[in-house]
């Protein structure tokens, strides 16, 4: 009797990336705390700079940003797009530089995406520069994630 041949081992299943795309002009104050909100869930970062004249591209640097140039048209949803079309990533989150995401919504998220279940799911996300509660910080709950 031959020795059993043992079944080749089934190939690891991959996670789906992550890519976070924004749209950035003169975001000093707000980029650096936006991007360490998100850089331990995003597998890439995607911005598209419509013509910062400040430190904005330095620090979008600092994080191994891919960055592209995009000029400016009025036109928030032509500069959104832009933005995706540069993404690598199975999935995207979309955030503003004056958004932060908790970190305790990264197991979450990698939960959501690793399951697929849907097509986009809202996320909760912090605004630092608008508050209308006046206390500097306010959270909304919208659709940022998606395929």
């Known amino acids: 009797m031959k020795d059993p041949v043992p079944a080749p081992a089934a190939a690891p299943v991959k996670a789906p990336k992550l890519s976070l795309s924004m749209i950035v002009k003169n975001e000093e104050p707000f980029l650096g705390?936006?991007?360490r909100s998100v850089k331990d869930v995003a597998d890439e970062?995607?911005?598209i700079d419509t013509g910062s004249t400040d430190r904005t591209?330095?620090?979008a640097e600092e994080f191994r940003a891919r960055i592209y140039r995009f000029k400016w048209t009025g036109d928030f949803s032509a500069a959104r797009n832009e933005a995706l079309r540069?993404?690598?990533g199975d999935w995207a989150l979309v955030l503003?530089?004056?958004?932060r995401l908790g970190k305790d919504?990264?197991?979450?998220i990698r939960k959501l995406i690793n399951a697929g279940d849907a097509n986009g799911y809202s996320v909760r996300v912090r605004n630092a520069?608008?508050?209308p509660s006046g206390n500097g910080i306010d959270e909304i709950q919208t659709v940022r994630l998606f395929r």
């Open 33 to 35: 705390d936006c991007l």
């Open 45 to 47: 970062i995607v911005i």
């Open 57 to 59: 591209l330095a620090i």
């Open 86 to 88: 540069h993404c690598t």
């Open 96 to 99: 503003d530089a004056d958004e």
């Open 105 to 108: 919504q990264h197991p979450a």
């Open 129 to 131: 520069a608008e508050s």
